[in-house]
């Protein structure tokens, strides 16, 4: 058997555990794309796959229609992940298999774990005391599950929906994973989606003209009145503003060099 010489000595594998992205791959990528519209973003960003493997979450709700037409037309393909709760509306379910039929969306629909579900959740109404822990087995879990395949996921989050989502940047690190989130809606108004529906003959969600302009599982979500933020009816009479899988935006602030890419 031949010896080993010094220049064959065996490359030992190594384990990169360097988070995929780093707050400075943030400020980065908002500096990038600042002033880009959103379709011009999301098409270089996807088109030269700045952002690695990635995929949309949809909850299918109100303004959903934009955010996934705008990123199947220049990613088509790309997969979609749904949290299927087990407590949407059948209206929410119905548009969701409309948009995707009709956008020919490639869906993955999460469900949560049928153990977790009997052990923590047996009565189906965990949401009525505990709706942070409901969301916890129903959509946090399911999702972070999901996202473990995936370097970044793109969002439909709007900084006009609430106050806690005002200042909300193009670009965000999805808390400690080193996953990114982009967020090519983020300055979008109202004015801005109404919009992009009626340019591209987009159907709405059909309980959006019954006064739910942010629309979650069923027991959780109430009619919105008349100068209430967008989101006012999720959990009303509970201090909680997010299921989990977003938290509450932390302003970038005055930085020129960190403001948002909008």
């Not at 949560?112 to 189906?124: I, M, R």
Request: charged fraction near 25%; glycine fraction near 8%; proline fraction near 6%.
């Amino acid at each position: 058997m031949a010896s080993r010489t010094a220049g064959e000595d065996r490359i030992r594998d190594r384990i990169d555990v360097a988070p995929r992205f780093t707050q400075a791959d943030v400020m980065r990528l908002n500096n990038l794309f600042r002033g880009q519209d959103a379709a011009e973003a999301v098409a270089s960003v996807m088109g030269a796959g700045l952002i690695g493997e990635t995929a949309i979450v949809s909850s299918f709700g109100a303004e959903s229609a934009v955010l996934l037409h705008l990123v199947t037309t220049a990613a088509p393909g790309i997969p979609v992940l749904f949290l299927d709760t087990g407590k949407h509306f059948p209206e929410t379910l119905a548009y969701r298999d409309e948009l995707a039929a009709r956008l020919k969306l490639n869906m993955v629909n999460l469900t949560p774990d049928a153990e977790e579900l009997a052990a923590k959740d047996s009565t189906e109404l965990r949401w009525s005391y505990d709706p942070d822990g409901c969301c916890e087995i129903r959509k946090v879990r399911p999702l972070e599950k999901a996202l473990a395949d995936f370097d970044a996921s793109i969002t439909g989050r709007k900084g006009f929906q609430s106050a806690t989502r005002q200042g909300l940047a193009r670009f965000e690190l999805d808390g400690d994973t080193g996953r990114l989130k982009f967020n090519p809606l983020a300055n979008w108004t109202r004015e801005q989606l109404d919009a992009y529906f009626a340019e591209h003959d987009l159907p709405r969600h059909p309980l959006e003209a019954e006064g739910y302009p942010s629309i979650g599982c069923s027991p959780c979500t109430s009619k919105v009145q008349p100068g209430e933020d967008p989101r006012s009816g999720r959990w009303r009479g509970w201090d909680k503003t997010e299921c989990g899988i977003h938290s509450a935006v932390t302003p970038i602030g005055d930085d020129p060099a960190t403001d948002p890419a909008f």
